[in-house]
């Protein structure tokens, strides 16, 4: 019987729950999402690719309601997002409140968004200091606790424009985790950068999915989706076209358009 102590085993997270049940979204006669439906477990990766156009990002906006969805529904911990049920009915909530639900989500865009006129650490305490009403001193101790996470402990002085891209990206992900959220969405986080400093921002990408925090992410870096998702989703015209864990949809799968995507995104000497 062995008498070294025992490292007891990681509680599976308990939050962070996406049910998105039928969403359609139109702008004017154009139907961009046509009764999607997607479950993301507490904790897992979620990777959805797609052609542009095919309704990846709109889906993404509305899981924090930048979007109202035209119908379905979408629910994050059993609370539905953007809506209240009064009686038998849903009915959209107030600003106030979706403001509020919405820090419960955090969302990296592929542009960064950052405050030009704030230093780096003055970004990330913006929404903490505003949004939650947390106390100063609390919320500058978690933004430099972040900043040493994504690598730029030393630039809490600096301000974006005398930051690279990727450095810019990392503030921007470090923000996010300022409001300790359920969920972080990234939309084509690495779309901007130049290739050189598109594998800086994935490592904290990956550092974050191996922590257990809920990653909803599109992206066309197709390595990155085979080693870090637990579920690939594969989007074209406003539908979802086939879902499967990584080593199946890459190696097996099982759609015509899925394989014709695949083909045209994959170099055929890189072995996924």
């Known amino acids: 019987?062995?008498?070294?102590?025992?490292?007891?085993?990681?509680?599976?997270?308990?939050?962070?729950?996406?049910?998105?049940?039928?969403?359609?979204?139109?702008f004017g006669a154009v139907e961009v999402l046509k009764g999607v439906s997607l479950t993301v477990r507490p904790g897992e990766v979620t990777v959805i690719l797609g052609p542009s156009g095919s309704g990846k990002s709109t889906l993404l906006r509305?899981?924090?309601h930048l979007e109202p969805i035209d119908g379905g529904f979408i629910s994050i911990d059993g609370e539905p997002v953007g809506y209240e049920v009064r009686g038998r009915k849903?009915?959209?909530?107030?600003?106030k409140s979706i403001l509020q639900q919405r820090t419960e989500v955090g969302m990296?865009?592929?542009?960064?968004?950052?405050?030009?006129?704030?230093?780096?650490?003055?970004?990330i305490m913006e929404a903490p200091l505003r949004a939650q009403k947390r106390r100063k001193q609390e919320v500058e101790a978690q933004a430099r606790d972040l900043l040493a996470r994504v690598g730029l402990a030393?630039?809490?002085?600096a301000y974006p424009r005398q930051l690279s891209g990727g450095q810019q990206q990392r503030v921007a992900i470090a923000r996010a985790l300022a409001l300790n959220p359920k969920i972080l969405l990234f939309d084509e986080p690495t779309s901007a950068?130049?290739?050189e400093l598109v594998n800086e921002v994935l490592d904290v990408i990956r550092d974050l999915a191996d922590s257990g925090t809920t990653l909803i992410v599109v992206t066309h870096e197709m390595g990155f989706a085979r080693d870090v998702a637990d579920t690939v989703v594969f989007m074209d015209d406003g539908i979802i076209v086939e879902a499967g864990p990584p080593h199946e949809?890459?190696?097996?799968?099982?759609?015509?358009?899925?394989?014709?995507?695949?083909?045209?995104?994959?170099?055929?000497?890189y072995h996924l």
């Open 154 to 157: 030393d630039r809490a002085e």
């Open 249 to 269: 949809l890459f190696g097996a799968p099982k759609e015509a358009r899925t394989r014709s995507f695949l083909s045209k995104v994959i170099d055929p000497g």
């Open 1 to 26: 019987m062995s008498t070294a102590a025992e490292t007891p085993p990681t509680a599976p997270p308990t939050r962070g729950l996406v049910e998105i049940t039928g969403v359609r979204k139109s």
């Open 108 to 123: 990296v865009f592929q542009s960064f968004n950052l405050f030009p006129h704030l230093s780096t650490l003055a970004n």
């Open 62 to 64: 509305t899981i924090n």
């Open 193 to 195: 950068l130049d290739p």
């Open 90 to 95: 849903l009915h959209e909530r107030r600003e």
